[in-house]
C-alpha cells in the first residue's frame, strides 16, 4: 500500500519566520495531497491540497508544491503567527476514497 | 451548515467488551470513511461506506465493522475490545468521493479509553 513520510516531527520557529514540511510519497498513482490542520482535542481540518496535475497552490501565507517525478510534496508556511501552533499531517490517495497519513509534524510558533 | 457529529465524545470500556461510535455526516454528503488516531501508528483507514455499502476497507481485524443507514449516517463497532484499541477514532464526510471540488471533512472523534 500507500507509504507516506513526513519529516521534521516537530518544528520549532520564531514567530514571522517561514515553515517547511516536507512530505515523500511511495505510490505513483497518488494523485490528491491535502495537508490537514489538527489542534488539541479537534479533528483534523484540511488547511490547503493539491492535485497532480497541478505543481503549485498558495493561499494567502499558505502554500504547497508537488514534484511527481521525486514522489515528494511540501507545505510552506510563511509569516508564521502563534495560532499556526498545531500539529500537520500530509496525506495522499490514489482512490479518492482512501487517505494514507504522514505521521505529522508538531509545529510550535515562538513569540 | 453543521460539521460532521460523532457521539460519543469520550468513552472508557474494560477488555472483552465491545463499543458501537456512531457519525452523522454533513447534510447531503453520502459518503463516510473512518479513521482511527494513536501515538504509535497515526491516522489509520479503518473503512469507507457509500449508500450504504461498504467501498473501501482498511487493514483492521473482523473486530471492527461498520454500517451506513440509508440517511448516510454511520456507526462503528469494534467488538471484544483490547488495550490497543485505545484511540481517538475520526468519522469524515464528503459528497461521494473526494474528487474535483470535494474535500474530506473529518468531525472531532470519539475517544475510546480501554482499561
Known amino acids: 500500500g500507500e507509504n507516506v513520510e513526513q519529516h521534521p516531527s516537530t518544528l520549532s520557529v520564531q514567530e514571522g519566520d517561514s515553515a517547511v514540511i516536507k512530505c515523500t510519497y511511495s505510490?505513483?498513482?497518488?494523485?490528491?495531497f491535502p495537508w490537514y490542520k489538527q489542534e488539541l482535542g479537534k479533528g483534523p481540518q484540511l488547511i490547503i491540497d493539491i492535485r497532480s496535475n497541478v505543481g503549485e497552490k498558495k493561499d494567502q501565507r499558505i502554500a504547497v508544491t508537488l514534484n511527481k517525478t521525486a514522489k515528494h510534496f511540501s507545505l510552506h508556511i510563511t509569516e508564521t503567527q502563534p495560532e499556526d501552533s498545531a500539529v500537520y499531517f500530509c496525506?495522499?490517495?490514489?482512490?479518492?476514497?482512501?487517505?494514507?497519513f504522514g505521521a505529522g509534524t508538531t509545529v510550535t510558533v515562538r513569540a | 451548515k453543521a460539521g460532521v457529529t460523532q457521539t460519543p465524545r469520550y468513552l472508557i470500556k474494560t477488555r472483552g467488551q465491545q463499543v458501537t461510535l456512531s457519525c452523522s455526516p454533513i447534510?447531503?454528503?453520502?459518503?463516510v470513511s473512518w479513521y482511527q488516531q494513536t501515538p504509535g501508528q497515526g491516522l489509520q483507514f479503518l473503512f469507507e461506506?457509500?449508500?450504504?455499502?461498504?467501498?473501501n476497507k482498511g487493514n483492521f481485524p473482523g473486530r471492527f465493522s461498520g454500517r451506513q443507514f440509508s440517511n448516510s449516517r454511520s456507526e462503528m463497532n469494534v467488538s471484544t475490545l483490547e488495550l490497543g484499541d485505545s484511540a481517538l477514532y475520526l468519522c469524515a464526510s464528503s459528497p461521494s468521493a473526494f474528487s474535483g471540488a470535494n474535500v474530506l471533512t473529518f468531525g472531532a472523534g470519539s475517544r475510546l479509553t480501554v482499561l
Open positions: 505510490d505513483s498513482a497518488s494523485n490528491y
Open positions: 496525506a495522499a490517495s490514489k482512490d479518492d476514497y482512501k487517505l494514507s
Open positions: 461506506y457509500f449508500s450504504e455499502t461498504q467501498r
Open positions: 447534510s447531503g454528503h453520502r459518503s
